[in-house]
């Protein structure tokens, strides 16, 4: 009877599949706790005769050590798979964003001024850094040794004949009208070079984006509307913008276009050098001689140009007071536009 029972339990405890936590522990109380089966037939054991107890002993401590060591090895098994499951990731966690970087100030003030030129139908013009005599100066009616030249303080790269680091973009307008005829509505960004000190308020490389509309009938009043509702666009409805009566060569009439000072609201601050406006731009009608100079012919057409400074732009909008940070490449500035963009 004994032996029997004892076999039916050994072939049961053989077929027990111990892959979960549970299955252990109902294996356990099964078999090897105080009440489980194997202890039972240990207790039937002590009833059996001497003669039986011999060969049984023997019998039942080899399904004891089977249960066991069953045991054992599948809660080692376990308790492995338990350790690496929480080593695996959890995809149910948050990512952690990685760093992608962000636009450069300038880079974004850029984009967002041809943006608000684009929708007026303006398209994007490029021209080259290095530029001669003609396309920098003399097509743009500076007359030679005239004392016009000297406002912009030139890196020259050759003398006779002369080659130049460009020192404005105005230079495309004259390059846009010798491969384009009217109408021509474009603007212009580029890098530009003066032979001026380092400060906070100068710098021997700078940016600007040029604009140029040339068709029959357009007037001053479409220049002024126009930087009106770049203005408008660029800051917001509360600007205040003025139109300043200047010189350039090669517009005429010209004005400097000036905008309420954002940093201080008017009040007077070091960036408006307490005039309560800062100057954003130079414009005006474009001179005949120009419009000649570029094979247009202004008894047909006119056009207004403009020239805005972007750092200065963009100056005002992150409200950054020294220009040199913008060139420097640090890192601690450049992410503080992460957001701006
Ligand atoms: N080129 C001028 C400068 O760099 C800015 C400028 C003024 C551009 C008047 C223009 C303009 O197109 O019409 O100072």
């Keep these: 009877m004994l032996s029997q029972k004892a076999k039916a339990i050994a072939d049961e405890i053989q077929q027990y599949v111990l892959d979960q936590k549970a299955a252990l522990e109902a294996f356990r109380l099964k078999f090897l706790s105080k009440k489980g089966s194997i202890p039972e037939l240990f ?19 080899e399904i004891k050590q089977l249960a066991e060591s069953k045991f054992r090895a599948a809660e080692e098994q376990l308790a492995a798979a338990g350790s690496s499951a929480s080593d695996a990731p959890d995809l149910s966690l948050p990512s952690v964003s990685g760093k992608v970087g ?15 030129f684009e929708r007026l139908g303006f398209n994007v013009e490029d021209g080259p850094e290095i530029e001669d005599d003609w396309h920098n100066f003399s097509a743009l009616n500076f007359p030679a040794n005239h004392p016009a030249r000297e406002m912009q303080d030139t890196f020259f790269v050759q003398k006779n004949p002369d080659w130049l680091l460009r020192t404005h973009t105005s230079n495309v307008q004259m390059r846009l009208m010798e491969r384009q005829k009217p109408p021509i509505r474009s603007s212009m960004p580029g890098r530009v070079y003066r032979n001026e000190a380092i400060s906070a308020r100068a710098h021997c490389f ?3 984006v040029e604009g140029l509309y040339v068709d029959k009938n357009v007037g001053f009043a479409d220049l002024k509307q126009t930087l009106y509702h770049f203005a408008k666009e660029m800051y917001g409805k509360d600007i205040a913008i003025r139109f300043r009566p200047s010189f350039f060569p090669f517009t005429e009439p010209s004005a400097e276009i000036d905008i309420s000072c954002l940093i201080c609201k008017g009040a007077g601050c070091n960036v408006c050098k307490y005039s309560g406006w800062v100057e954003i731009a130079g414009s005006g009608m474009v001179h ?28 005002l909008r992150y409200r950054v007071n020294d220009l040199r940070l913008y060139s420097e490449n640090d890192v601690r500035f450049l992410r503080q536009f992460h957001t701006v963009i």
């Design 206 to 208: 700078f940016h600007q």
């Design 102 to 116: 962000n636009l450069h100030p300038l880079n974004a003030t850029r984009s967002r001024i041809i943006e608000i």
């Design 288 to 315: 005949p001689n120009v419009l000649r100079n570029g094979g247009i012919d202004p008894e047909e057409y006119t056009g207004f140009a403009f020239g805005m400074g972007i750092e200065r732009v963009t100056q």
């Design 43 to 61: 207790d039937l054991l002590k009833a059996a005769s001497p003669e039986e107890k011999k060969t049984l002993g023997k019998v039942l401590n």
